[in-house]
């Protein structure tokens, strides 16, 4: 049954209540087996059936099924070079309880910031009255193996091949799922956010490092089990700064934060602001047109309808949004010119732990396992 029940609640998720005539088209059930499935939903109190009007506006209000979005609750984690997100969502990825930290990426060693994500999670379940959670998705700094257990490399941290998910669960007590962290913030736009319905998302992220992630038709892609999109890996300059990859000049090289923040003049942690302020100085011009480069050079290689910028690409003034909107669709093949959109995140500064929760909700509730 557990395939069934995942392809009702994501039908719920996706397009609303439904009458039961509605969910035995769209997920082509048999009655028998709908039945089965509802009632099974309907016990575990994921889903409840209302009065509600047909769609077609025809005839007299029928019954409909409707998922409970507090009926269960996940938990999402960013893990990123330094800091550390943690949020507790509903079903609907709407975040109930929030908390962050910052640690040194020099002095703290990997356990010790999984124990202090879990000392905070533990904290925020007793600020939010202990909702039942079904699980955990991290958001790690770095590609994950294919079970989602291990990060399997990480270069702004140095961590290589760590069982993280063992890691979260024996300091939890709770399932954990592992995904890269922008892919895992592409897949909460899809599903939650401002990429729904879209059936290529490219999310870009900059922060310490400049990561990326792509979503295709709902999937986060990863070839291999093992790849990520490695945007900010491009080599753009053969005699460009050492990078942390140990290549030499990627844009990462120089399009990253600490680099950002010597050309504002800034030292200790980024100001929200980073971009507005890099928009007055000689800076900004060569950091766009590298950015422009290498999204030509994406979009050209994936193809996404829709370019999601996160970090401090999120708070960028217009005047980025204006410039690639005009500089990048010249780069790209002619029918993507008139397709591609860009856009801020939907989720803020809380993108990371949100798309820790959509990873958690994808594996825990609705792949269809039971809670
Ligand atoms: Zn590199």
Redesign the pocket.
């Known amino acids: 049954m557990g395939n069934h029940r995942g392809d009702i609640l994501c039908i719920l998720r996706d397009e609303g209540p439904q009458s039961r005539a509605s969910l035995a088209r769209r997920s082509k059930l048999s009655a028998t087996t709908l039945t089965h499935v509802t009632a099974a939903l309907l016990q575990d109190g994921a889903v409840l059936e209302s009065e509600i009007a047909e769609t077609s506006g025809i005839g007299r209000p029928g019954q409909a099924i409707k998922l409970i979005p507090d009926a269960f609750h996940v938990a999402g984690i960013h893990l990123g070079a330094g800091l550390v997100q943690i949020a507790i969502t509903d079903l609907t990825a709407n975040a109930r309880a929030t908390a962050s930290f910052d640690y040194s990426v020099r002095d703290t060693p990997p356990d010790e910031v999984v124990a202090r994500a879990a000392e905070a999670l533990a904290s925020l379940l007793d600020e939010a009255g202990h909702p039942r959670l079904l699980g955990v998705g991290v958001g790690v700094p770095g590609p994950v193996n294919a079970d989602q257990r291990s990060i399997l490399t990480s270069?702004n941290t140095g961590w290589r091949n760590l069982p993280l998910a063992e890691a979260f669960e024996a300091k939890t007590g709770l399932p954990v799922v592992l995904e890269h962290n922008v892919s895992a913030m592409a897949l909460a736009e899809v599903r939650y956010g401002i990429g729904r319905r879209v059936p290529a998302v490219l999310y870009v992220y900059l922060r310490t490092g400049l990561g990326a992630g792509l979503v295709v038709d709902g999937l986060p892609f990863r070839p291999g089990g093992h790849g990520a999109v490695?945007l900010?890996?491009i080599?753009i300059s053969h005699h460009g700064p050492l990078?942390?990859?140990?290549?030499h000049g990627?844009?990462?090289?120089y399009v990253n934060e600490s680099v950002l923040m010597r050309a504002v003049g800034l030292e200790g942690s980024a100001p929200n602001d980073l971009m507005q302020r890099l928009e007055s100085t000689d800076a900004w011009g060569p950091t766009v047109n590298r950015l422009t480069d290498s999204l030509a050079i994406a979009v050209n290689l994936l193809t996404p309808d829709l370019i999601i910028l996160g970090g401090h690409l999120g708070e960028a003034p217009d005047g980025l949004f204006s410039h690639l909107l005009k500089n990048l669709p010249p780069r790209v093949m002619p029918h993507m010119r008139d397709v591609l959109r860009i856009e801020r995140t939907h989720f803020g500064a809380l993108s990371g732990a949100i798309g820790g929760a959509a990873v958690a909700l994808d594996h825990f509730f609705y792949s269809g396992i039971r809670p």
């Open positions: 270069i490695e900010g890996h080599q990078c942390s990859c140990g290549n990627c844009l990462e090289s």
